[in-house]
Nanobody, 124 residues
Framework: QVQLVESGGGSEQPGGSLRLSCAASAHTYSYTFWGWFRQAPAVEREGVAVISDRSSAIKYTDSMKGRFTISRDSAKNTVYLPMNSLKPEDTGMYYC?????????????????WGQGTQVTVSS
């Protein structure tokens, strides 16, 4: 069973940057999309960015577009999310997930396997 491990979260001031990583413990051949999601307290989990297994398809939530960049390193079986120009509203738990279907989706319910998350806090 594949496990996903997120890292790179922490506390940062507004305008700062963080780089999240998500590493898979085993091969992910049966999965077609990797996604980053976030969940703030008392808020539903929302999609941040999604990338296909071969990096041919990428989608961002509009509020993150231009500030966050999703990328995949196939050799390391890892997905990254550098986050720039951080805002207080970016605070939340960030999760990595895998989807086995062949259609691109940013809905959390469409993803099959989840990591434990890494906390991001943006405040002055």
């Amino acid at each position: 069973q594949v496990q996903l491990v997120e890292s790179g979260g922490g506390s940062e001031q507004p305008g700062g940057s963080l780089r999240l990583s998500c590493a898979a413990s085993a091969h992910t051949y049966s999965y077609t999309f990797w996604g980053w999601f976030r969940q703030a307290p008392a808020v539903e989990r929302e999609g941040v960015a999604v990338i296909s297994d071969r990096s041919s398809a990428i989608k961002y939530t509009d509020s993150m577009k231009g500030r966050f960049t999703i990328s995949r390193d196939s050799a390391k079986n890892t997905v990254y999310l550098p986050m720039n120009s951080l805002k207080p509203e970016d605070t939340g738990m960030y999760y990595c997930a895998l989807r086995s279907s062949y259609t691109l989706s940013m809905r959390p319910t469409d993803f099959d396997l989840w990591g434990q998350g890494t906390q991001v806090t943006v405040s002055s």
